[in-house]
């Protein structure tokens, strides 16, 4: 049981470039969130999919596109990359507002 | 938001008892008591999390005071693999709030 898979690991990009990140979960769960994380401090919340076929936005959410592409795949996209950017980002699922959330690994983004 | 009080930091022996206090004395009448760890370089790790009433799982117990205004993580046998940074989240929506939680250090 994988639990939650982010790829890539690591990526670095210049300024200007564009990236989609992305995140597959195989417990079923309904809900589905990307936040982000920047040295030494706690994450926070980009986007969020409640259930398939919904997105909101989170506490810091510009700069940044999602996309719910089924109930298992949650991607992020950074269409142009800005050094404010860089940063750990952690995909997250969870069957429901009474649950706990399932955390992936990361992705180390820096953007140069 | 509910606003949490940690301990910066605590330090423990391998094999006994720790017990993580927190304090959220504006936590809604909805919002889940939800604790989380994260290791260095490691995606948050769930640990465990309650509403009311006391909860306990094969990681720790949660200890959740009658008024909810606070709650106390209990793991029963600290191990090396315990240290981590420890952060207690009060939410009932889709946002978990991540404050500076507590670096808990276990010593052999």
């Known amino acids: 049981n994988a639990g939650v898979t982010q790829t890539p690991k690591f990526q670095v990009l210049k300024t200007g470039q564009s990236m989609t990140l992305q995140c597959a979960q195989d417990?079923?769960?309904?809900?589905m969130y990307w936040y982000r994380q920047d040295p030494g401090m706690g994450l926070r919340l980009i986007y969020y999919s409640a259930s398939e076929g919904t997105t909101d936005k989170g506490e810091v959410p510009n700069g940044y596109n999602v996309s719910r592409l089924n109930k298992r795949e949650f991607s992020l996209r950074l269409e142009s990359a800005a050094p404010s950017q860089t940063s750990v980002y952690f995909c997250?699922?969870?069957?429901?507002?009474?649950?706990?959330?399932?955390f992936g690994s990361g992705t180390r983004l820096t953007v140069v | 938001d509910a606003k949490t009080t940690q301990p910066n930091s605590m330090e423990s022996n391998e094999e006994e008892p720790v017990h993580l206090p927190c304090n959220h004395s504006t936590i809604s009448g909805t919002d889940y008591i939800h604790w989380y760890r994260q290791l260095p370089s490691q995606g948050p790790e769930y640990v465990i999390h309650g509403l009311t009433s006391n909860v306990n799982n094969r990681m720790a117990s949660l200890a959740i005071a009658e008024d909810r205004k606070s709650s106390t993580l209990i793991l029963h046998r600290a191990t090396l693999r315990d240290a981590a940074v420890y952060y207690c989240i009060p939410a009932a929506g889709n946002m978990l709030t991540f404050g500076g939680g507590t670096r808990l250090m276990v010593k052999p």
């Open positions: 997250a699922s969870r069957q429901g507002l009474d649950y706990g959330y399932t």
């Open positions: 417990m079923n769960h309904n809900s």
